[in-house]
């Protein structure tokens, strides 16, 4: 192939930036007519699966679409988990989709405990591609200028596994970072990062984050925008860069890297940016040593423009930590995705991050949309709307058909109608179903915290106390974040023997151990969730908290202590009523891979 001339580079990426903005404003402009045309494919593509036989459509007969609409059950992780189970084992027969599968996606979603398996063909990854791409022609909108300097962007990798039929289980990100189109991508002066490809592959999390924040500020005068996918993830940098600084500096003072730093392919990258600057280790050792680390990013980073995350959902308990270290910098919260799809981006990237609002791109997927009932009733495949069909300011839960063999498949996702560009419904995210408590990954629900706890009081009973009540609340004030548990006990008379800190400890422990595996990967590997801890109160504390609700106009006859809390009134009366505070003294137990085939992959998934 011939060189690329890097004088017309500029030139390639503006016209690549204009044909992207005009992509979006097409079929943004005919929604309805593209999400037609996506089902017929999706269908047509899907024909040969044995799925939709089972439904009684025929994917490639004329009518397929409507028949589709017509007969297409809801569906949820549950239902589709037997074919899950007969793909990992190895039949490659077209179930779900009529194209091989690929690989598998593990999502952040649980069920039984173990990470949800999403199957994704090798096609898939360019649609991944395309919305990446269209990520910087938008925000260049914002803030021109981009293409003048640097991104530090810290990504990394996780635990991967095989399953018995010898398919890739591993997140969409993992996946997206080991591809063909991150690896191989062509040069692009929007898209320049500081970290080295060998950095962001490296599995070991220590390594990865200080080979990647090295590199960073070796190119501080460069770096225009810093950023992370989460925003929790960012603010673990921030806390990293805080504890191992002055080992950065001298890094960059002498121009040696840190022998702590095995991985030689690592090692050789950073090599090739890393040269002894005393100035630079003399402006970083000033930005990191006052007292005060409020606006630290702008005094490590003076010319960026913005920090790019997601700072939506669970993540929105971010923002004033962000904001703090940030010093008024913008958050730019840029799309949404999930392993299932991707699903759009926003096209006001530099708004508040109380008005972020995404719309999704027609040619992601077929979506479909379930009004939010306030009874209930089980919803029906009757009640579902299309993309062009919502309606402004309501809520529905979002549904998805994809060409990797999802059919209606139910995200879990609660979105409101915000707006719309041209026909393009923009929705705000309001909230994850059924999740009571998350810090990163984690995604915690009421009936896992509550069968978990019930096991670990088990703890109390040779010491003759029991737990009245509890609640709890995800602490985001420390970094990384942790769950917090409020137990009010009762002591078992005059008999009792007080209950010693290390059987509280033992409680904790088995708390997370009792809670799902991401949660444990959180823990135990990737350090992303701290230490859960639980804090007792004194006696009468829950009633105390239910006059406080009856205050603010609940009724007393429906009042039920809630089993989560948010920051705020709530958590600070409970505080003020603490008697002891104890935290779990080592990790749960976590190994890659999922428990139906944990133990060797000759032992096949059981589908039972």
Not at 97 to 122: D, V
Not at 391 to 411: A, M
Request: glycine letters at 8%.
């Amino acid at each position: 192939m011939p060189e690329e001339d890097p004088a017309a580079v500029p030139a390639m990426a503006a016209e690549a930036h204009r044909e992207a903005l005009e992509y979006i404003k097409h079929v943004t402009a005919c929604a309805g007519e593209v999400q037609r045309r996506v089902l017929a494919e999706i269908l047509e593509q899907n024909a040969p699966a044995e799925y939709l036989r089972r439904i009684g459509v025929t994917g490639d007969a004329p009518g397929a679409d409507e028949a589709f609409r017509r007969q297409a059950p809801l569906t949820t992780y549950e239902d589709i988990l037997p074919d899950v189970i007969r793909i990992a084992n190895g039949d490659t027969s077209p179930i779900l989709s009529g194209k091989p599968t690929y690989e598998f996606l593990t999502s952040s979603g649980t069920s039984g405990g173990e990470r949800k398996m999403m199957p994704a063909i090798a096609e898939e990854m360019d649609r991944r591609s395309q919305l990446y791409g269209l990520l910087m022609p938008v925000m260049s909108q914002a803030m021109p200028g981009l293409d003048k300097g640097k991104a530090m962007y810290l990504y990394f990798v996780k635990a991967e596994s095989k399953t018995p039929g010898g398919l890739p289980a591993r997140p969409v990100l993992t996946s997206y970072y080991k591809s063909r189109h991150f690896l191989e991508r062509p040069h692009d002066p929007y898209t320049v990062h500081t970290s080295p490809d060998e950095a962001i592959l490296c599995v070991d999390a220590y390594q990865s984050m200080y080979a990647q924040l090295l590199c960073g500020i070796v190119h501080r005068a460069d770096v225009l925008r810093v950023g992370a996918v989460f925003a929790s993830g960012f603010l673990r940098a921030i806390h990293f860069l805080e504890k191992h600084w002055r080992r950065l500096c001298r890094d960059i003072r002498t121009g040696e890297l840190d022998a702590e730093i095995t991985d030689p392919a690592v090692r050789a990258a950073v090599g090739r940016v890393l040269r002894a600057d005393p100035a630079l280790a003399d402006a970083i050792e000033d930005a990191c040593a006052r007292p005060s680390w409020q606006g630290v990013i702008r005094r490590v980073w003076p010319s960026t423009k913005y920090i790019d995350v997601i700072v939506t959902g669970a993540m929105a308990q971010y923002i004033p930590t962000m904001e703090y270290y940030g010093g008024g910098l913008p958050l730019a919260c840029t799309m949404y995705a999930s392993s299932e799809c991707y699903f759009g981006l926003n096209l006001n990237p530099i708004c508040n991050p109380g008005d972020v609002a995404y719309t999704l791109i027609p040619t992601m997927c077929y979506f479909e949309f379930l009004p939010v009932q306030t009874g209930s009733g089980e919803p029906d495949r009757r009640d579902l709307v299309g993309l062009v069909d919502v309606k402004l300011g309501r809520e529905y839960e979002l549904v998805v058909t994809t060409y990797s063999g999802l059919y209606r498949y139910r995200v879990g996702d609660v979105l409101r109608v915000a707006g719309f560009k041209n026909a393009a419904p923009m929705f705000s995210f309001v909230r994850r179903k059924n999740v009571a408590l998350s810090i990163d990954a984690d995604k915690t629900d009421e009936t896992e915290l509550h069968a978990a706890v019930s096991r670990a009081v088990q703890h109390l009973d040779p010491f003759g106390a029991s737990l009245v009540e509890y609640t709890s609340y995800a602490d985001a004030s420390t970094i990384p974040g942790h769950y917090v548990l409020f137990w009010e006990l009762r002591d078992g008379g005059t008999t009792t023997t007080p209950v010693p800190a290390s059987v509280f400890e033992d409680c904790c422990l088995a708390v997370e151990e009792a809670l799902n595996s991401v949660y444990r990967q959180c823990r135990a590997a990737d350090r992303s969730v701290a230490p859960l801890e639980i804090r007792v109160v004194s006696s009468g504390t829950f009633d105390k908290l239910m006059d406080y609700a009856l205050s603010r106009g609940a009724s007393i006859n429906q009042y039920k202590a809630p089993r989560c809390v948010r920051p705020g009134p709530v958590v600070e009366l409970l505080d003020g009523r603490v008697e002891g505070r104890y935290f779990s003294p080592k990790c749960p137990k976590w190994s890659p891979g999922n428990k139906q085939w944990i133990g060797g992959n000759a032992k096949k998934m059981e589908t039972s």
